[in-house]
């Protein structure tokens, strides 16, 4: 059944948004899971936050001690350190850990410091039998007891048990996440009902195949925002609005995460024509208007052409029960965004985002792309290396994220200016729309609560 949406005539309400989305939902050629459906609207309307959220030491100083000393934060993936030895140094806001697998399968993580005057252990992942640093020499173990000290007579402060300064590990869906505060809550409890909502859709059963990380000139804040809400497609990524329902997404919050659903081959009510489906396909799969048409086939959509060649992907991996899998799941992008820096694409999109401070420059931070590929098998595959982009660096000097790069390039345009905006202390605050910056608001609310 074609994709027709009106066009945007009258002001929307959360509700005629949520309903176009149920709309789109109910023409699917198979049955949609019924977490699509779920309508968790965020009740805080109305919220500013102040300009210098973005901008200050102060406010940085402030997220460091209460949010990043004292949440769980995703450090690496299991599969980038699956045998004994394997390390990723983990860097957060100056601070540096270690996460390293353990002789018995475990994971351990040890503050990236020497016990001693303090030199840095480590500085590149790699894979060791123990930790020596290379000041003076003194050695711990990989589960971070001491090993080996030289001199150890002219220390008689120093015991047996030296050992590394802890910090606490768990996992979910093949991720490892580190918290810095021995005091904090279980993971689990921590992340409520999202491993329910990713119950179809395992990210264990995924491995690292692409890492690219960049230097951007913004807050970390500014960065993650930007892949927060759909509306700035109107003007940032126009060029998709003939295949992208930008206002037609949903925005859902849940404890510490959210999530948004935009849907895709669904043409923007934004537009005032119609585009055909050849049209909506074109603007997703990013044609130049110099290359050959690739032709979807007469009397199908775009939505259904888009969805069959997905399923047909999925069965090397999923069998005949890819056939089952909805259009929904096939196309739309879901995105999750847990508390603060994570965001999973949920169904079979294999996209994560996650955004870090860069040292302690407020103005400065790291983003990052991964692509959590299905494997088959029961051995996952080692994890990608981190290929890292300077600042000044292009997003396509990182072909291996596809399509994306030339996206990311648009939302890099604005990030430094953005930036720069806030800068110039001439706006005490930022403002969010009521909806469509649900996550933006659920984000800025929780850390709120962190912060006082
Ligand atoms: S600083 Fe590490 S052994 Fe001296
Ligand atoms: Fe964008």
Not at 67 to 83: F, G, S, Y
Not at 89 to 117: E, F, P, T, W
Not at 351 to 359: I, K, M, N, W
Request: charged share 25%; glycine share 6%.
């Amino acid at each position: 059944m074609t994709a027709t949406l009106p066009h945007l005539t009258s002001p929307l309400s959360a509700d005629d948004q949520y309903q176009m989305y149920m709309d789109v939902l109910d023409r699917d050629s198979r049955t949609v899971p019924e977490v699509y459906r779920i309508k968790s609207p965020f009740p805080e309307v109305s919220m500013t936050v102040p300009a210098s959220r973005y901008t200050s030491r102060e406010f940085h100083d402030l997220e460091v001690e209460k949010v990043w000393k004292k949440v769980w934060q995703m450090a690496c993936r299991e599969e980038d350190i699956p045998t004994k030895g394997e390390y990723v140094i983990y860097d957060i806001a100056g601070i540096s850990v270690i996460v390293i697998r353990q002789a018995d399968g475990s994971i351990k993580a040890h503050r990236n410091v020497c016990l001693h005057r303090g030199r840095t252990l480590k500085e590149v992942d790699g894979k060791v039998d123990n930790f020596q640093c290379q000041f003076h020499g003194i050695s711990w173990n990989i589960d971070g007891t001491l090993r080996n000290m030289p001199c150890k007579w002219d220390f008689p402060q120093v015991g047996d048990d030296w050992s590394l300064k802890g910090v606490k590990v768990d996992t979910w869906g093949g991720f490892v996440f580190i918290n810095l505060d021995p005091d904090c809550e279980p993971l689990l409890d921590f992340l409520g009902d999202m491993p329910k909502q990713f119950e179809k859709w395992p990210l264990e059963k995924r491995f690292k195949q692409v890492h690219v990380a960049k230097v951007l000139r913004c807050n970390w804040k500014v960065a993650q925002e930007a892949f927060m809400e759909s509306w700035h497609v109107v003007a940032t990524h126009s060029q998709l609005l003939p295949g992208i329902g930008d206002i037609v997404a949903t925005y859902d919050t849940f404890g510490n995460f959210s999530r948004a659903i935009t849907p895709n081959a669904v043409p923007s009510p934004h537009l005032n024509w119609q585009p055909t489906e050849q049209e909506m396909f074109d603007a997703l799969t990013d044609r130049n208007l110099d290359e050959p048409v690739n032709a979807i086939p007469d009397e199908i959509t775009a939505r259904e052409h888009i969805a069959n060649n997905r399923r047909n992907h999925l069965q090397n991996e999923l069998g005949e029960a890819a056939q089952e899998l909805s259009d929904a799941e096939m196309l739309d992008s879901m995105v999750y965004t847990l508390f603060p820096n994570l965001h999973p694409w949920g169904s079979y999109n294999r996209t994560l985002y996650r955004f870090r401070p860069y040292g302690n420059d407020p103005s400065m931070c790291i983003m990052e792309c991964m692509i959590l590929s299905p494997y088959e098998g029961d051995d996952r595959p080692h994890g990608a290396k981190m290929h890292m982009l300077g600042v000044d660096d292009d997003w396509t000097d990182a072909p291996e994220l596809g399509l994306l790069t030339r996206v990311f390039n648009q939302d890099g345009y604005n990030m430094p200016m953005v930036q720069r905006g806030l800068e110039s202390d001439s706006l005490q605050e930022v403002t969010f729309a009521e909806y469509q910056e649900t996550k933006i608001r659920h984000f800025h609310s929780v850390l709120d609560e962190w912060i006082k």
